[in-house]
């Protein structure tokens, strides 16, 4: 049954009200689902922190972020009064014990404003150290206690080992049942790795083909220009393994990688994501070489411009061992993918922003055509892009036109632009609708969070055990280190530069 996301009358509790993730994402998402009609009729945000602001200084402040952050820009006046009518402020610390009675107190009088019991959404846009305080106290004030109605929105970094996320989840689960917790992983929010499901489970000519026989590898990049900015501090503590592998990579595995779902809804795919992270190959504690590179960049150039070295931004250390760039080769243990080797590889400051998944499929059995007519003979691969560019590319030989039979790769598009002449929502915007009206299908479950923590112990462990010897081994603007290269070519293959143009080469390096 679906549910009208218009009748779901809501309290939006937003903690770190005053933050950066509040102010730059969360709350131009909700202007934006305000203008498209898909918040709640009856509606309050509730902004929660430590700041002194009251009810129109922090709309005046949402005003300024939404104008700068919104993908429509500036707000209308009109438009901003209607939305700004239900921003709300309660200036409190998360971690003082009577914050929760006051909060409790405070949705009480929202609630009479809105003349009904409605639901309570949890968002903390807080640094983790508050989750556990933050779930704890809502549960000693019984805001936890209604299954249906009440329900916490947390983000990553869900810890940063195993026992960390445990120790997180374990004071999230005291209160809240699992049903009542939606784990962000922004990237299940975007349109075109939503589309994956779409691309592989309502087309039949894909799934044939989707497996060990016809499949080579599957090579998943999730490419950015920009540095640390100004997330030193967290980033020294996370690095490109829990930053960006441990959640986004490995959930875009797994919609690669899992099986066809029964039915579109959460319990399903979720377990079905979960058959694959159980499915993966432990990596072997004395051999991670072998299955896992870093990096991190030294100065180069970007866009034309001189950029420093990860060593000289703000906040990390001088001698820092934290890798800004990471790759690994798994294998998916079962009988739709054994032996088909799935290359993951992040990172930042690299050659360009380009996110895709570049699927190769196996060389033709036996080659009937003299080698002379296609020198540049390449396996077909289908490449799903997943940002700047948005859309799927087939690529395959084709006959060069004339009178000589010579072969040439060519791509078959479709663009997302093109088809639907239509903006996409943004990531934020789809998740908080799907917590609006309660569907938990683009969120991760505990134990996916747990298995992927687990995949990846062995590698964060002897990273930090042997600190890199040649940091920094990439320059900035380039395509990563050298060591990267190497994991992939003991396979025979290379990584491949995304499919920013028709042409490929090897990395742009030749
Ligand atoms: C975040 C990471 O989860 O994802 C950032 O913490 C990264 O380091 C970002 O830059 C990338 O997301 P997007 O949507 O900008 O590609």
Not at 259 to 275: F, L, N, W
Not at 286 to 308: L, N
Not at 364 to 393: D, M
Request: charged letters at 25%; glycine letters at 8%; aromatic letters at 10%.
């Amino acid at each position: 049954m679906s549910i009208d996301v218009r009748k779901c009358d809501t309290v939006f509790v937003l903690f770190g009200a005053g933050g950066d993730l509040a102010r730059r994402l969360i709350v131009p998402a909700l202007y934006n689902l305000y203008l498209d009609r898909h918040l709640p009729e009856r509606f309050r945000i509730l902004g929660v922190d430590r700041d002194e602001f009251d009810d129109a200084g922090l709309a005046a402040h949402y005003r300024e972020n939404v104008s700068a952050f919104s993908r429509r820009g500036a707000p209308k006046e009109s438009d901003w009064q209607g939305f700004a009518a239900g921003i709300r402020y309660l200036k409190a610390d998360a971690t003082a014990d009577d914050a929760y009675r006051r909060l409790a107190e405070t949705i009480a009088g929202l609630e009479k404003e809105l003349g009904s019991a409605a639901q309570h959404v949890f968002y903390l846009a807080t640094p983790p150290f508050l989750f556990a305080p933050i779930a704890k106290g809502l549960a000693a004030a019984g805001l936890a206690a209604d299954r249906e109605r009440a329900r916490i929105v947390v983000e990553k970094p869900l810890g940063r080992d195993l026992d960390s996320f445990c120790e997180i989840n374990h004071a999230l689960c005291e209160g809240f049942d699992e049903s009542q917790i939606y784990r962000i992983d922004h990237f299940l929010g975007k349109e075109t790795v939503q589309n994956i499901l779409a691309l592989r489970f309502a087309n039949p000519i894909y799934e044939p083909v989707w497996n060990r026989r016809y499949i080579d590898h599957v090579a998943i990049t999730v490419a950015e220009t920009l540095g640390v900015e100004h997330r030193g501090g967290y980033y020294e503590q996370a690095g490109a393994l829990r930053d960006m592998v441990q959640n986004h990579l490995l959930q875009l595995l797994c919609l690669v990688a899992m099986e066809p779902p029964v039915a579109y809804d959460a319990d399903d795919i979720r377990g079905k994501k979960m058959d694959v992270l159980r499915a993966l190959r432990p990596i072997p504690r004395d051999g991670v070489a072998d299955f896992a590179a870093r990096g991190q960049y030294g100065r180069g150039w970007i866009g034309g411009e001189e950029v420093p070295a990860y060593r000289e931004e703000e906040g990390v250390a001088p001698d820092s061992n934290t890798e800004t760039y990471a790759a690994l080769k798994l294998y998916v243990d079962n009988w739709r993918w054994q032996d088909v080797p799935f290359y993951l590889r992040t990172g930042k400051r690299l050659g360009a922003q380009v996110s895709e998944i570049s699927i190769r499929f196996q060389d033709v059995p036996h080659k009937a055509f003299p080698a002379s007519v296609g020198l540049n003979a390449q396996p077909a691969r289908l490449v799903i892009q997943i940002q700047p560019e948005e859309g799927v590319v087939l690529k395959f030989m084709a006959k060069e036109p004339g009178s000589l039979l010579r072969l040439r790769p060519v791509d078959m598009r479709f663009s997302y632009r093109e088809a639907f002449r239509t903006e996409s929502p943004q990531a934020y915007e789809t998740l908080i609708w799907d917590v609006l009206i309660g569907d938990a299908t683009l969120f991760m479950r505990a134990d996916q969070v747990k298995a992927a923590w687990r995949l990846l112990m062995p590698v964060l462990e002897a990273w930090e055990e042997n600190p890199a010897p040649d940091f920094p081994n990439y320059a900035a603007g380039s395509w990563g280190p050298e060591a990267a290269e190497m994991l992939v070519a003991r396979d025979g293959i290379s990584w491949l530069t995304p499919t920013l143009s028709n042409h490929d080469g090897p990395n742009g390096r030749g």
